[in-house]
C-alpha cells in the first residue's frame, strides 16, 4: 500500500537536549497509528516536526508526492492538525466554531448540521461554547474532522477530558474516516482503547 | 475555482474576527473612549481660550489617534496563537498574506474607523475652523490605516513576549505618519495647499499594504523557526 508520510531515521533535540532518536515509521492511507509516551517525551515536539513548525531535528521526514530532499515545511501536505489547543473561541457559537473553522471553510449550512450530530450537539448549535464544558468543546473539535476530508490527521491527545462515550465516538468517527482513506496520527499517555499500530516514544530515548 | 474560494477563504477569516470583536465590546470601545478622554481633558486643562486649544488641536487629535490604535495591537494574533488557531491556518495551503491583510482590516474597523468618527466631534470640542475637517479624516483615515499595518508587524514581532514590545517596536516608525498628519492640519487651517503630504502619506500606504503584510508574514513564521 502506498504510505502518506515517512520519517527516516528522526532525531529530536531542544534545548540541547535529546529527546528521542532513531525514529523510524511510515503511515499508509486508511491506517492508524498512536504515539505513546510519557510526559516530556516528545510526543508534540514529533507531530510539530512532521509539520515543519519545529527546526530542531535531524532524519528524514517526506509526505508523499513531494521530492524528497524538499524542507519539510515546504512540502505540500493534506492533513488537519489538532494541538492541545484546539482553538475553539468561546466568543462563538458551536455553529460559528465550526464554520469559521479552517478545515470548514468552505463547508455548507447542512454539512455542519450533519456533523454537529454525528457528535451529539446538534441541541446546542447556537450556543456560545464558552458555556460548554471541556468534553463538549472537545466534540466540537471532533465534528471539524468531519468537515473536510484529509489525508492525515494529527491529533495531539484527543481523549483527554472526554467520557466513555466520547471515547467511542472518537473510534466510531476515526473508523468512518479510514473507509474513506484518511489516517490518524495520534498521541497518548498510556496503552489507549485503541486497537492500532503503536509507536512507543520511551524506548527511543 | 481556486480564486473564488481564497476571496471566500478571506471573508470569512475577516467575520470570524469581526464577530469576536463585537462580542468582546472592549475591543473596539477601549480605543474609542481612550481617545475620546484624551480629546476632552486637554481643553478642560487648557481652559477656555478658544485660539490657543484651536493652534493645539492637530497635535493633539493626531497623537491621542495614534496611541489610542496603538492600544488593541497586542491582541491582533495572540489569541489565535495561544488557541492553536494560528497552526491551522498555516497548514491550510491558504496564502497567509491574506490572514495578515484581513487581521489589519479587522482592526482598522475596529479601532481606527470608530476613532475617525470621533475625531468630528473632536474638531467641534477643539474648535478647529471650518473647512478643515475633510482634510482631517482623509489624513487620519490614511494615518490610522498605516498605523494598523505597523501595529500589525510589531504585534507579530513580538508574539509570545511581553505585549509592550509591540508597542515600543511600533511607535518609532509611527513618527513620519504624525509629522505629515500635522503637517496637513497646519496648512489646511492655514488655507494652503496640503495635497503633497497627503500624496505621500497615500504613497506610504500603498507601499505599506504590500510591504508590511509580507513583512509580517515572515514575522510570524519566526514563530516557527
Redesign the interface.
Known sequence: MSYILKAKDLNCYRSGNTIFQGLNFEIDSGSNIEVIGSNGSGKTSFLRIL?????DYEGLVHWSGNEENIDV?YQ??S???????????P??SVY?NL?????G??SSRALIHDSAIRVGLENHLNTPASELSAGQKKRIAIARWLLKDFDLYLVDEPFTALDDEGCDLIKAVMSELNKKGSSFLITGHRNSLLDTEKLILDDLK | MKGHNTFNWFKLILTRDLTIAFRRSSSYLTPLIFFLIVITFFPLALGPQESLISSLAPGVIWISALLSSLLAVEGIFSEDDRDGTLDQYFLSNEPPFLLVFSKVLCHWLICGAPILLASILGSFMLFLPNGVLVPLLMSLFLGTFFMSLLGALGAALSLGKSAILSTIIVLPFSIPTLLMGTSIMTLAINEQDYSGYLQIMGAMLAVGVPGLCILTVEAILLRYE
Open positions: 509539520l515543519g513548525f519545529i527546526p515545511r505540500e501536505k492533513c488537519f492538525y489538532q494541538g492541545h489547543q484546539t482553538g475553539i473561541k466568543l462563538l460559528e464554520k469559521f473553522s479552517s478545515s471553510f468552505s
